[in-house]
């Protein structure tokens, strides 16, 4: 199981602690997505863009897209936008993207804002032993990851 830092601007983060929006999209202009190496059953710490940690959820499935056009992020519009809950403009500014991921969440989870040191400009960071801003040492979320 691995452990990610999962960026996310309020509305998008206040969507997710509420239940409605159900899936978080990624896309990149890179040939290879950052988050890469996501898989179900990882664990997401949620953080507000600019604010603290609040959330946690579980990655329940995740679906990989390389060699994206704007016909195939069209499709996956379609298909997942109502569980993205991405607007038009969102998708508009997405069509040059390259590759990318879909995370369903599970088993998301108001917790206790936390206040990382973070200041790199990176929207998504999978966490190791050695970089975790502390998260993963927290007595206060032992029984939660």
Known sequence: MNYHLVILKKPYLDLILAGEKTVELRLTK????????????????????????????????????????????????RRYNDQIRGDDAVWESLMDRQSGFLVWL???????????????????????????FGLLQRPDLEGRL
Not at 109 to 131: G, H, S
């Open 30 to 77: 890179a040939k290879r997505p950052a988050g890469g190496r996501v898989l179900p059953g990882d664990r997401l710490f949620l953080k507000q863009s600019g604010g603290p940690v609040c959330g946690l959820a579980t990655a329940k499935d995740v679906e990989y897209h390389e060699g994206l056009t704007p016909q195939r992020i069209g499709r996956i519009k």
């Open 106 to 132: 599970s088993d998301v989870r108001r917790i206790d804002p936390i206040r990382i040191a973070k200041q790199d400009w990176r929207a998504w960071v999978v966490l190791t032993p050695e970089k975790n």
